[in-house]
């Protein structure tokens, strides 16, 4: 494993091998360079995300490689370094938040300075307490204070310390994006000020636009893609990754022929007769692919559309509708079953109707090609 932490990037290099029961094992095989600022790493459960924190922090052994913050090793394998984690200036929020009860919040955050003298604590803390919007709670216990407060205070408790590094598994899930979105935002602003490397583990969609910086994509312990968020996650090119991206449409199909002058190919979905346009991709006629399709990317029509330019429009019927707070989930049978999603407001325009003929309007783009 290696990881090679500057001013200006973390670059990593990582190669852990967990071994399980009889033959069974997990390979973490990682090279990376990520800037200062929020990189997110995304993907299915089982990709390795927490994993990588675990060896970047020292809390996880690892077989081989090296890591390095700013040219100071603090693990090599070849020469049988490997730096304690509580002496790496790397801080680590986990999705449990870990604050000690029997504390109240002010000494919970000033846990992480125990050799500091007394007044310079005490304005570190402070300090730390008004940047995350909690100062005001310092006498209070952690029972004694919302979820959202809590994960301010873990925030704090772990950037009191000045950390080199900053690492976050799932640190917000459970809350409301209101509040996600607050929390972000002040996070955004302390590292304005101390630019460090921020790695921030997050199974959300919904997070990820927020912190919209750079994402980096797992699979089976090996990075698939990395880039923006538009880059990675609306043109995803695997079928576990296009899952975790929310694709709810994942489609097997035929590519059918490749009309190179459009930019398309034509492909038969599954084993049905309805064939659609995609994008054209690295493929032959005859070869079987997974197209992945956005649930709200989809258009719903209650007569048949004219003079679009959209080259897809597929009849079928409702199956199901389902209402799911703000959002209609319909399921439309077009001898292969898509999930379209609505507004209630449509739904209600509409009248939709299990067993209605509906048409389903599908833009070339909004298909993507995925592996596996």
């Given at each position: 494993m290696a990881i090679e932490v500057s001013s200006a990037r973390l670059a990593a290099r990582v190669r852990k091998i967990r071994r399980g029961e009889g033959s069974a094992f997990?390979?973490?095989?990682?090279?990376?360079?990520?800037?200062?600022?929020?990189?997110?790493?995304?993907?299915?459960?089982?990709?390795?995300?927490?994993?990588?924190l675990d060896c970047i922090a020292g809390l996880a052994q690892?077989?081989?490689?090296?890591?390095?913050?700013?040219?100071?090793?603090?693990?090599?394998?070849e020469k049988g370094l490997s730096v304690p984690p509580q002496s790496r200036q790397i801080a680590y929020v986990f999705q449990s938040l870990a604050l000690f009860p029997h504390m109240t919040v002010e000494a919970n955050v000033?846990?992480?300075?125990?050799?500091?003298r007394e007044q310079t604590r005490d304005g570190?803390?402070?300090?730390?307490?008004k940047?995350?919007?909690?100062?005001?709670f310092r006498h209070r216990k952690p029972r004694e204070i919302s979820g959202g407060e809590k994960q301010r205070v873990a925030l704090a408790r772990s950037l009191v310390t000045q950390p080199r590094v900053l690492l976050l598994d799932e640190p917000l899930t459970g809350l409301d994006a209101?509040?996600?979105?607050?929390?972000?935002?002040?996070?955004?602003?302390?590292?304005?000020?101390?630019?460090?490397?921020?790695?921030?583990?997050?199974?959300?969609?919904?997070e990820v636009d927020a912190l919209g910086e750079r994402v980096i994509a797992l699979e089976h312990g090996k990075i698939v893609s990395e880039g923006t968020p538009r880059e990675v996650l609306d043109a995803p090119r695997r079928r576990r990754l296009a899952q975790a991206a929310g694709f709810e449409n994942l489609l097997r199909a035929t590519v059918l022929d490749l009309r190179e002058p459009d930019g398309v190919m034509r492909v038969r979905l599954a084993d049905a007769v309805c064939e659609i346009e995609v994008p054209l991709g690295h493929a032959a006629p005859g070869d079987?692919?997974?197209?992945?399709?956005?649930?709200?990317?989809?258009?719903?029509?209650?007569?048949?559309?004219?003079?679009?330019?959209?080259?897809?429009v597929l009849e079928g019927k409702i199956s199901s509708l389902e209402r799911r707070g703000t959002l209609v989930v319909a399921r439309v049978d077009c001898d292969v079953v898509f999930t379209v999603h609505v507004t209630p407001g449509a739904e209600r325009a509409l009248e939709l109707a299990v067993g209605k003929k509906v048409w389903l309007v599908l833009k070339t783009h909004s298909c993507h090609f995925v592996e596996g």
């Amino acid at each position: 494993m290696a990881i090679e932490v500057s001013s200006a990037r973390l670059a990593a290099r990582v190669r852990k091998i967990r071994r399980g029961e009889g033959s069974a094992f997990f390979l973490l095989d990682v090279q990376m360079e990520v800037p200062s600022g929020i990189s997110i790493l995304f993907g299915p459960s089982g990709a390795g995300k927490s994993t990588l924190l675990d060896c970047i922090a020292g809390l996880a052994q690892t077989d081989e490689g090296r890591i390095a913050i700013n040219g100071d090793v603090i693990f090599d394998s070849e020469k049988g370094l490997s730096v304690p984690p509580q002496s790496r200036q790397i801080a680590y929020v986990f999705q449990s938040l870990a604050l000690f009860p029997h504390m109240t919040v002010e000494a919970n955050v000033a846990y992480g300075l125990p050799h500091a003298r007394e007044q310079t604590r005490d304005g570190r803390v402070s300090e730390i307490l008004k940047m995350f919007r909690v100062e005001q709670f310092r006498h209070r216990k952690p029972r004694e204070i919302s979820g959202g407060e809590k994960q301010r205070v873990a925030l704090a408790r772990s950037l009191v310390t000045q950390p080199r590094v900053l690492l976050l598994d799932e640190p917000l899930t459970g809350l409301d994006a209101e509040l996600k979105g607050s929390i972000i935002d002040d996070l955004r602003a302390w590292n304005a000020a101390h630019k460090i490397p921020i790695l921030y583990v997050t199974h959300s969609r919904e997070e990820v636009d927020a912190l919209g910086e750079r994402v980096i994509a797992l699979e089976h312990g090996k990075i698939v893609s990395e880039g923006t968020p538009r880059e990675v996650l609306d043109a995803p090119r695997r079928r576990r990754l296009a899952q975790a991206a929310g694709f709810e449409n994942l489609l097997r199909a035929t590519v059918l022929d490749l009309r190179e002058p459009d930019g398309v190919m034509r492909v038969r979905l599954a084993d049905a007769v309805c064939e659609i346009e995609v994008p054209l991709g690295h493929a032959a006629p005859g070869d079987r692919v997974r197209v992945a399709i956005r649930a709200g990317d989809i258009l719903l029509a209650t007569e048949p559309p004219r003079a679009l330019s959209a080259r897809n429009v597929l009849e079928g019927k409702i199956s199901s509708l389902e209402r799911r707070g703000t959002l209609v989930v319909a399921r439309v049978d077009c001898d292969v079953v898509f999930t379209v999603h609505v507004t209630p407001g449509a739904e209600r325009a509409l009248e939709l109707a299990v067993g209605k003929k509906v048409w389903l309007v599908l833009k070339t783009h909004s298909c993507h090609f995925v592996e596996g």
